[in-house]
């Protein structure tokens, strides 16, 4: 099993929707979640990193974590044609090393 | 600020040749990260750092891949041979700690090898 999954898409999606991406992750001891956007032939760029349970919101995107479930997920409100990439989650533990990615899921926000 | 710099952004080798991929973290960031991200998939981390000194590079290929952090700033990941399966996007992602969450990335250095 891997450490974390996530739906590989593609996801596609008319301008306006509220788009949602989801991760799972088998291991308890992820404590730092984060959500990084890729454009094609880009770097990953940081989105948004959340700490333990709960919800973090920035503009129109909103983290969710629950550990009780080992599920998180990404909201994206009044999708934009500008939001279209892959959008990848990545986690770690509190005190370990390395991050943890998801495959990524791709989107397309349809004008 | 500055990004996280890479070069070169392609490189096209021969099955067997060697190559060798330079990154320049963001300044004063203590952490930097080499990944690897096959087409289709997550990145995959192959070594840290911390400042010069190797923290984990339990996932990378030591037969082949080696990579130093001289003077704790910029670093070099070599291949030498390189394989077909090494064909990948190489990521460098510095931060400013290893407990820091947020970690950056650069654009990468695309390999492919034929």
């Known amino acids: 099993q891997k450490e974390v999954e996530q739906d590989p898409g593609p996801l596609s999606v008319p301008e306006g929707a509220i788009v949602s991406l989801n991760c799972t992750y088998s291991?308890?001891?992820?404590?730092?979640f984060m959500w990084y956007r890729q454009y094609s032939r880009k770097g990953p760029e940081l989105l948004m990193y959340?700490?333990?349970?709960g919800n973090k919101e920035d503009g129109r995107f909103t983290a969710q974590v629950d550990k009780s479930s080992k599920y998180i997920s990404l909201f994206i409100r009044d999708s934009q044609p500008s939001d279209s990439a892959t959008y990848l989650c990545a986690m770690r533990p509190n005190t370990g090393n390395q991050f943890y990615f998801g495959t990524g899921t791709s989107l397309t926000v349809i004008p | 600020e500055a990004g996280v710099a890479q070069s070169p952004r392609y490189k096209i080798i021969e099955k067997r040749q060697s190559v060798a991929f330079w990154c320049n973290p963001i300044?004063?960031?203590?952490?930097l990260y080499w990944y690897q991200q096959i087409l289709g998939q997550g990145p995959k981390l192959l070594i840290q750092f911390q400042n010069n000194g190797v923290v984990d590079d339990s996932q990378l290929p030591k037969d082949r891949f080696s990579a130093e952090r001289l003077k704790g700033v910029d670093s070099t990941l070599k291949i030498q041979p390189a394989k077909l399966e090494d064909s990948a996007v190489y990521l460098c992602?510095?931060?400013?700690?290893?407990?820091?969450?947020?970690?950056?990335f650069g654009q990468g250095t695309r390999l492919t090898v034929v």
């Open positions: 959340t700490y333990s349970s």
């Open positions: 992602a510095s931060s400013l700690d290893r407990a820091v969450a947020e970690a950056f």
């Open positions: 300044s004063g960031h203590a952490t």
């Open positions: 291991n308890s001891a992820f404590q730092y």
